[in-house]
C-alpha cells in the first residue's frame, strides 16, 4: 500500500510538472507576442512622428520615406498614404500623387475632399477629360448626396469655399477641352457659391480678356479687387485694358496705383511719363483738385490730455530725406530755431518751407519771404492747443497694396530735422495722444469696448519698448506698420480715445519688465511663438489658440494642415463682423508672370515651401527657374509673393504642357505675422465678455497689468 501511494505521487507530480511547463511556456509564447504587437505598434508611430517632422523641416523626401516605412508595416495606413499623397502633390510629383489619391478614394469611396484631389491632379497633370469626370461626379454628389457607394449616407462636409474652388476647376477643365459654355457657367456659379472668394471673378475676367470684351473684363478684374485688395497685381492689367478703350484718365490712375504699390515698376513710369506728355491735362486735372481740396480742409479741433510731467513726449517720423515741405496749420503758428521765433504764420495760408543744405528758403502763397542761413533743427509750435497742422501729400504704405498718398491733419509740434542735404519731418506728441491716432488705425473704433483697450495696452507697451528704434534718424518711431500705423487726428474717434483715457498709463509687463506686445490682424485659430517666427524666445509670447474648440495638436499631420486650411473651425477670430471673409481664410491667385518679372525669370519651374512652424507657417520659399534658384526666407515672403495675407500656406501649382508653371493659387489662413495679440481674436473674445486684462493674459502669457503713470 504504502509503494503503491509513492508511485501514485511521483507519477502525479511528473504529470503536474509536465502541465506547469507547458503553461510556462505559453504564457512565455504568449508575452513575447504581445511585446512584439506592441513593438510594432511602437515603430509604426515613431515612423509617423518621424515623418511628420522631417516635413515640417523642409525634408520632403525623408519624411516620404518615413511614410513608406509606415505603409510596410500596416499597408492601408490611412495618415501614412494621405500623407504620401499631399507631400507628392506639393512637391510636383503628380504621377505618385494620382497614385496614391487613387488608393485613398478605393479605401473611402464616399470621402468627398480625397476624390476632389484626385481630379484637380488629374487636372494638373493634363489628363482634362477624366479630370471633368471626377469633379463633375463630386458636384453632383453636392447636388444630390443620398447616392454613397458604401450604401450608407455620405458625410458632405465640403464647405462654400471648398464648392467655389471645385467649379473653379471645374470652369478650367472646360476651357481645355474647348467648352467655352461651360466654362462661363462654371465660373458664374462659384461666384454665386462664395461671392466673397475672387478666384471665379479673375478667371471670368481672363476669359472676356481671351474673348476680346474688354469691358467685361474690366468689370470682373474690379469686381476681384473690390473683394481683396491685397491683389494689386491687377494694376497693371486695368491699366493696359483701359488703354485699349482709350480712357487715359483710368489708364494714369492705375498706373499710378501700379507705382506706388510697386507693381510692374519700370512698365508704370515708362506709361506715366508718356501719358503725362501726351496728355498733360492729367497732372494739371490731379493738381487743381489739390488746390480746391485744400481751399475746403475741415479742420479738426482736438481735446489735448490733460498736462502731466510723466507721459513721454514721443518724436513720430512723419516723412524722411526730403528737402520742401508744404503745409497749412488751423490757427497762427511760430518757427523757431535753437529756441529763438524766426518767423510766425496765420491760419489757413498756405507755406512752404525749402532746405539747400545750409539754408532755409520760406514761402507763403508761392512768394520767398525769408531766407534763413543754418542747419539746425525747426520746430513749428501752434498758438492754440485745441488747433493741428495739415502736412500737404504724406506717401504711406509704399510697396503694400493699400499705398498711397494724402494731406493729413496732425497735433502737436512740428519739427524739421536737417540730415545733410535734406530734412526729416518729426511729429512730436505725447504718448497718450499719439495713441488716440494709433488705436483706431489698428482696431475699428466699433468693434467691443474691452478690445479696444487690450488693442491700447498692447500698443502703449509696443510703442515704450521700441522708443530707440529710429535713433540714427533722429526719432523714436515711425508713422508705418514698421512700428505701428500713426495717420493723425483723421483716425481718432470718442469711442477710442475713451479706451485710451480708460486705460491710462497701463503697460502689460513680464516679471517687472514692460513686454514686446506684439501683434497682428488675424492669427487664422492659432498664435505661433516668436521662437520659431523670428528666432527671439520670449516665455510670455510662446503662442496661443483662438479655436472655439481646440481639440487640434500642433504640429498637424502634413494632411491634416492642408485640410485645415480649407476648412473653418469655429473659432474667436472667426467671428465674421469682425473678421469679414478673407482673413481667417484666404485663397491668393498669382499668374507667373509676376514672378518672372520681379526676378527676372525665363520662366518658372517650380515655387516650393520649404519648412514650417508648429502652426504651419512657411519659413522659406524657394523659386525654381531654369538656370537659377531664388530663395526668399522668413518675414520677407509674403510682400515677395505679391502680397500674402501670412506665411501659412499651402501651394496649388498649375502647369503648361512644357511642366512649367503658368498659375499659382495660394490657400492660407491669418493676417499679418501671427504672433502675439490677434486683434480679431481679441474683438470676438470681447465679444463673448471676456474682459481686456483676461485678453491679454491669454495673448501674452503670464503677463501682469500694470499702471506706469
Known amino acids: 500500500m504504502a509503494k503503491r501511494l509513492y508511485l501514485a505521487f511521483i507519477i502525479l507530480g511528473i504529470v503536474t510538472g509536465i502541465f506547469v511547463t ?56 490611412l495618415t501614412a498614404l494621405k500623407n504620401i499623397a499631399m507631400i ?32 484637380v491632379n488629374l487636372f494638373k497633370s493634363g489628363n482634362f477629360t477624366e479630370a471633368g469626370t471626377q469633379l463633375q461626379a463630386i458636384l453632383n454628389k453636392l447636388e444630390r448626396p443620398g447616392n454613397s457607394q458604401t450604401g450608407l449616407e455620405p458625410q458632405v462636409d465640403f464647405n462654400e469655399r471648398e464648392e467655389a474652388m471645385l467649379l473653379y476647376f471645374l470652369g478650367k477643365t472646360s476651357l481645355q477641352l474647348g467648352n467655352k459654355v461651360n466654362a462661363e457657367k462654371y465660373f458664374q456659379a462659384g461666384i454665386g457659391k462664395a461671392s466673397y472668394l475672387t478666384l471665379n471673378y479673375l478667371a471670368l475676367a481672363d476669359f472676356y480678356q481671351l474673348e476680346e470684351k474688354t469691358t467685361q473684363a474690366i468689370k470682373y478684374y474690379k469686381a476681384a479687387l473690390a473683394r481683396d485688395s491685397s491683389q494689386s497685381n491687377l494694376y497693371p492689367e486695368l491699366a493696359n485694358l483701359y488703354e485699349e478703350l482709350d480712357e487715359e484718365e483710368a489708364a494714369y490712375y492705375y498706373w499710378q496705383k501700379s507705382l506706388v504699390t510697386g507693381n510692374s515698376v519700370k512698365l508704370a513710369r515708362q506709361k506715366i511719363k508718356l501719358l503725362e506728355k501726351e496728355h498733360p491735362g492729367l497732372v494739371e486735372e490731379t493738381e487743381e483738385r489739390k488746390k480746391e481740396e485744400r481751399k475746403k480742409i475741415k479742420w479738426v479741433k482736438v481735446e ?19 528737402s520742401s515741405l508744404a503745409f497749412q496749420s488751423g490757427s497762427a503758428f511760430q518757427v523757431f530755431s535753437e529756441q529763438k521765433e524766426i518767423l510766425n504764420g496765420l491760419a489757413g495760408e498756405e507755406w512752404k518751407i525749402h532746405f539747400n543744405g545750409s539754408e532755409y528758403h520760406f514761402y507763403r502763397k508761392e512768394q520767398l519771404i525769408k531766407k534763413y542761413p543754418s542747419v539746425q533743427p525747426l520746430q513749428l509750435k501752434l498758438k492754440e492747443q485745441t488747433a493741428t497742422f495739415v502736412i500737404y501729400d504724406i506717401s504711406y504704405g509704399k ?210 515651401a520649404r519648412g514650417r512652424t508648429s502652426g504651419g507657417g512657411v519659413k522659406k520659399v524657394v523659386l525654381v527657374g531654369e538656370d537659377k534658384e531664388i530663395t526668399i526666407s522668413g518675414g520677407k515672403i509674403r510682400s515677395a509673393l505679391g502680397g500674402l495675407k501670412s506665411n501659412r500656406f499651402t501651394i496649388e501649382k498649375i502647369h503648361d504642357q512644357d511642366g512649367l508653371i503658368e498659375e499659382i493659387i495660394f490657400l492660407g489662413s491669418g493676417w499679418g505675422h501671427n504672433v502675439g495679440m490677434d486683434q480679431t481674436g481679441a474683438a470676438g473674445m470681447a465679444e463673448h465678455n471676456i474682459n481686456y486684462q483676461e485678453i491679454l493674459k491669454h495673448f501674452y502669457q503670464g503677463i501682469e497689468i500694470t499702471k506706469k503713470y
Open 22 to 77: 507547458l503553461i510556462v511556456n505559453e504564457y512565455s509564447y504568449s508575452g513575447n507576442q504581445v511585446q512584439e504587437e506592441e513593438l510594432k505598434v511602437l515603430e509604426l508611430q515613431a515612423n509617423l512622428e518621424q515623418g511628420k517632422k522631417a516635413y515640417y523641416q523642409g525634408e520632403f523626401k525623408l519624411a516620404t520615406q518615413y511614410y513608406y516605412n509606415a505603409l510596410q508595416q500596416q499597408p492601408d495606413h
Open 88 to 119: 507628392k502633390t506639393e512637391s510636383g510629383e503628380l504621377a505618385e500623387a494620382l497614385s496614391y489619391n487613387h488608393r485613398l478614394i478605393t479605401l473611402l469611396p464616399d470621402n468627398l475632399f480625397w476624390r476632389y484631389k484626385y481630379g
Open 304 to 322: 489735448p490730455v490733460e498736462a502731466d510731467p510723466n507721459i513721454p513726449i514721443l518724436r513720430i517720423g512723419l516723412i524722411n530725406k526730403v
Open 399 to 608: 510697396g503694400y497694396f493699400w499705398a498711397g498718398n494724402e494731406d493729413r491733419q496732425y497735433r502737436g509740434q512740428i519739427e524739421i530735422l536737417p540730415q545733410n542735404s535734406y530734412f526729416n519731418v518729426i511729429n512730436l506728441i505725447n504718448l497718450e495722444e499719439y495713441l488716440f491716432s494709433v488705436l483706431p488705425s489698428e482696431m475699428p473704433a466699433w468693434w467691443p469696448e474691452e478690445a479696444l483697450k487690450a488693442q491700447v495696452v498692447a500698443a502703449r507697451s509696443y510703442a515704450l519698448v521700441h522708443l530707440g528704434r529710429h535713433r540714427k534718424d533722429g526719432y523714436n518711431l515711425c508713422a508705418t506698420v514698421h512700428c505701428a500705423v500713426y495717420n493723425g487726428v483723421k483716425s481718432e474717434h470718442k469711442r477710442t480715445n475713451q479706451a485710451v483715457l480708460a486705460t491710462k498709463g497701463e503697460v502689460a509687463t513680464y516679471q517687472g519688465r514692460i513686454i514686446d506686445a506684439v501683434f497682428s490682424s488675424n492669427s487664422g485659430g492659432i498664435t505661433e511663438s516668436s521662437a520659431e517666427v523670428w528666432g527671439n524666445k520670449h516665455a510670455y509670447l510662446s503662442g496661443s489658440n483662438t479655436m472655439v474648440k481646440e481639440e487640434l495638436i500642433f504640429p498637424l499631420e502634413p494632411y491634416k494642415l492642408e485640410e485645415w486650411l480649407l476648412k473653418e473651425p469655429a473659432s474667436y477670430s472667426n467671428i465674421k463682423i469682425y473678421a469679414g471673409y478673407n482673413k481667417y481664410r484666404w485663397v491668393k491667385y498669382l499668374p507667373v508672370d509676376y514672378l518672372q518679372e520681379k526676378y527676372q525669370l525665363t520662366a518658372v519651374k517650380d515655387i516650393i
